[in-house]
């Protein structure tokens, strides 16, 4: 049953129009970093991009560099440590404005006025505050995905009918009955959505992070353990763009699999939701 069904992803059309898709942009890259060599003069922006031949024999001679490896895991470390920090404090926060009036009117106002600076404006600060560049980092990545979390928790619970509270409260529910089988199943694919959102701002924060922070303090001469924004950086200054092209390509595999992974927990979590 489970290999009919695979077989019948792998050969879909939406599969088929993702692969087609990637390889003529593929294409199409190739022939537009290779028209100066080719035709005699440079296309705009395009032209001055590696070609992906390039790119991917960069890669190859980096799939054997520990130090390439140990940004994936440094980054990915630090994503999912902020991530599941935004989840832990977001979550009851958002609850906990939703549910009471008077929690809502006090913390919703410094909320709304804090969420609208953008989490790489914080990187000075917390650099200058926190002890250490990871935790620097670390701080920096929670605010990516927090506020996001925050504000889908809050619309969650605002976009629920009011009908079935006052059923609810007609039939003698608890305020802990009204919460549990009421607000948090209502709540929940928000929190799905947000999630999957947040993953993605963090991955973008975190790579900026490692860029301005230098890495989070592991500086050596590869760039080793500095994460994937430090390994960008550091292959720009020793001028090697092919290594720039491939740690943004990881940064996109990254991200696209840790959305895949929030995505697939969600669909888990509210099966209710599922489409036959």
Not at 167 to 179: E, I, P, Y
């Amino acid at each position: 049953m489970k290999l009919a069904t695979l077989k019948k992803t792998l050969f879909s059309r939406t599969v088929g129009r993702g692969i087609v898709s990637i390889v003529v942009f593929v294409v199409l890259w190739e022939i537009g970093s290779r028209w100066k060599q080719w035709f005699g003069f440079e296309l705009p922006w395009i032209g001055a991009v590696p070609a992906p031949t390039s790119v991917i024999q960069a890669w190859v001679g980096l799939l054997y560099d520990l130090g390439y490896w140990m940004s994936w895991y440094k980054s990915t470390l630090r994503v999912f440590s902020g991530f599941l920090a935004a989840m832990i404090v977001g979550i009851p926060f958002g609850l906990m404005m939703a549910i009471s009036r008077t929690a809502y009117g006090v913390l919703f106002p410094p909320f709304e006025v804090l969420r609208p600076i953008p989490p790489l404006a914080w990187v000075p600060a917390s650099i200058i505050f926190w002890p250490t560049q990871e935790m620097s980092i670390a701080f920096v990545t929670f605010l990516g995905a927090f506020y996001t979390i925050v504000i889908n928790v809050l619309g969650g619970a605002k976009s629920i009918d009011v009908r079935y509270f006052q059923a609810a409260r007609s039939m003698g529910a608890t305020r802990w009955n009204v919460f549990r089988r009421i607000i948090l199943p209502g709540t929940l694919p928000s929190i799905v959505v947000g999630a999957a959102v947040g993953m993605g701002i963090t991955w973008e924060v975190v790579v900026a992070a490692e860029m301005i922070s230098g890495g989070g303090g592991a500086i050596q001469a590869s760039g080793a353990g500095g994460g994937l924004g430090f390994f960008i950086w550091n292959s720009y200054v020793g001028g090697s763009y092919e290594q720039i092209v491939v740690g943004m390509i990881s940064i996109g595999i990254a991200g696209y699999i840790s959305s895949g992974i929030v995505r697939k927990l969600g669909e888990l979590s509210t099966p209710w939701l599922r489409v036959r």
